[in-house]
């Protein structure tokens, strides 16, 4: 039953995923869906793989680290708050393509400095409090473009763009100012050089509304999976 559970989730948010688009006049091959498996099992991480998807996300180092020994053919996107001491442990995984939440000075070097000492350059996204939460991490809107500019010169990362996470609201029609900031930062930094193919943004609730201002990854957790397995 699992499985048959996971294959109607998946077809109703390609659906929705599908009709943001056309929405939006956007195609949807440049809408990346990211599977938020924490607090989920295997079977159901392996059986979304059968079905087409290739990239997940985890928020736990130690979970990503547990499911990556067991499932082969994978590919991670660490997207919680990453905390220095655990990089090391990131950059020994190939598996783990890109860092989607780069959130501080500090944390660059540290990535830069683990990646080169295993022989690799990682992705990684800038993650943005566009909201300005003191409850959220993230670098402030008025501070990104100086702190790309010192992250640049780090020869092991590659920035390719910039994340974020909404405030949560019920009428997610209330999240689209955020996410077209969000656009608007990113043509602004391209306009002056910066390279930055990729938005990350929008769950569950708001992912169509960020779809339709411009999200080029979108994180999906519950719409996907249902409810976690385990706490």
Not at 3 to 29: F, H, T, V, Y
Not at 168 to 179: A, Q, S, V, Y
Not at 181 to 205: A, I, R, V, Y
């Amino acid at each position: 039953m699992e499985g048959n559970d996971l294959k109607e989730r998946l077809i109703e948010l390609q659906k929705r995923i599908r009709k943001a688009c056309q929405q939006s006049g956007r195609e949807e091959k440049n809408v990346q869906l990211i599977a938020v498996s924490k607090n989920h099992a295997q079977s159901e991480i392996e059986f979304l793989q059968k079905e087409g998807l290739c990239i997940f996300g985890e928020s736990r180092v130690q979970e990503l680290q547990e499911k990556n020994e067991k499932i082969a053919n994978i590919n991670w996107h660490f997207i919680g708050h990453l905390q220095r001491n655990k990089v090391k442990y990131l950059m020994r995984m190939p598996e783990c393509k890109m860092i989607e939440s780069l959130d501080s000075w500090r944390l660059a070097k540290e990535i830069n400095k683990r990646a080169k000492k295993n022989n690799r350059t990682i992705e990684v996204l800038v993650e943005v409090n566009i909201s300005g939460d003191e409850n959220k991490f993230g670098i402030l809107p008025a501070e990104v473009r100086n702190f790309m500019q010192k992250v640049v010169k780090l020869d092991h990362l590659k920035i390719k763009g910039m994340m974020t996470i909404v405030p949560h609201l019920d009428d997610p029609e209330k999240t689209r100012t955020f996410f077209r900031e969000m656009k608007t930062m990113q043509t602004k930094l391209n306009e002056d050089g910066f390279n930055l193919p990729e938005l990350s943004m929008g769950m569950s609730n708001d992912f169509e509304v960020a779809i339709e201002e411009g999200a080029t990854m979108i994180r999906i957790g519950t719409a996907l999976f249902g409810s976690r397995q385990y706490a």
